[in-house]
């Protein structure tokens, strides 16, 4: 992979106006040509005006948590990719929260990753919270997902997978069991795959 092509991609993902009732900007991440590919939601309200992904409360906690593995923020942003499911947030849901995005939306942006697996050639993925695990393994529980190393086919790419859950402050998955346990075992296996070490490591 070029990192002409890459760049060239990231431009074409900022002009992408395909979903009517997401509320732009795109937020991509940096040009960044990694062996480990971390998968998100979307971007929350804040992420668009500061332009750049897990820029708010869930991306504190989850670079907490990749802290604890040898990796702080700057060293994750410089040296894994940071996607998502979908590129802008969806807004607010009429319930509160976050919308989550519809699956035409979806599937809509589902190029936009397909094009990254393509063009990086990931050895890792890690894809955080519901949504993201969903696209990458299909329909499991958290308690099957997070905390254990799976083999999974992504846009006809295999790749190791180890999804964790999403770090929102609004969700207590992960602060009471089993999702208090099954993180920390998620994270151990992060830290232990042969990408994670490459990567991160000096």
């Known amino acids: 992979?070029?990192?002409?092509?890459?760049?060239?991609?990231?431009?074409?993902?900022?002009?992408?106006?395909?979903?009517?009732?997401?509320?732009?900007?795109?937020?991509?991440p940096p040009p960044v040509r990694s062996r480990i590919y971390l998968v998100g939601q979307a971007p929350g309200p804040r992420?668009?005006?500061?332009?750049?992904?897990f820029a708010w409360t869930a991306g504190r906690t989850l670079f907490r948590w990749f802290s604890g593995i040898g990796?702080?923020?700057?060293?994750?942003?410089?040296?894994?990719?940071?996607?998502?499911?979908?590129?802008?947030?969806?807004?607010?849901?009429?319930?509160?929260?976050?919308?989550?995005?519809?699956?035409?939306?979806?599937?809509?942006?589902?190029r936009w990753m397909a094009r990254e697996i393509e063009l990086q050639r990931p050895e890792l993925v890690i894809p955080i919270g519901r949504l993201a695990i969903t696209t990458v393994l299909g329909d499991l529980p958290l308690s099957e997902a997070v905390g254990s190393a799976r083999r999974a086919t992504l846009f006809g790419h295999g790749v190791d997978v180890i999804a964790l859950?999403?770090?929102?402050?609004?969700?207590?998955?992960?602060?009471?069991e089993p999702g208090a346990t099954l993180l920390i075992r998620a994270l151990a296996l992060i830290g232990a795959h042969p990408a994670w070490r490459a990567v991160v490591g000096d």
């Open 1 to 28: 992979m070029s990192d002409s092509a890459l760049r060239a991609h990231l431009s074409e993902l900022a002009g992408c106006r395909a979903c009517p009732r997401m509320v732009g900007p795109v937020v991509p």
């Open 165 to 176: 859950p999403h770090p929102s402050g609004v969700s207590t998955w992960w602060k009471r």
């Open 47 to 53: 992420e668009g005006a500061l332009g750049r992904p």
């Open 71 to 110: 990796a702080d923020e700057a060293t994750v942003r410089t040296r894994i990719y940071i996607a998502a499911v979908c590129r802008c947030f969806p807004g607010k849901a009429s319930s509160g929260g976050d919308r989550v995005p519809d699956p035409a939306e979806i599937a809509r942006c589902s």
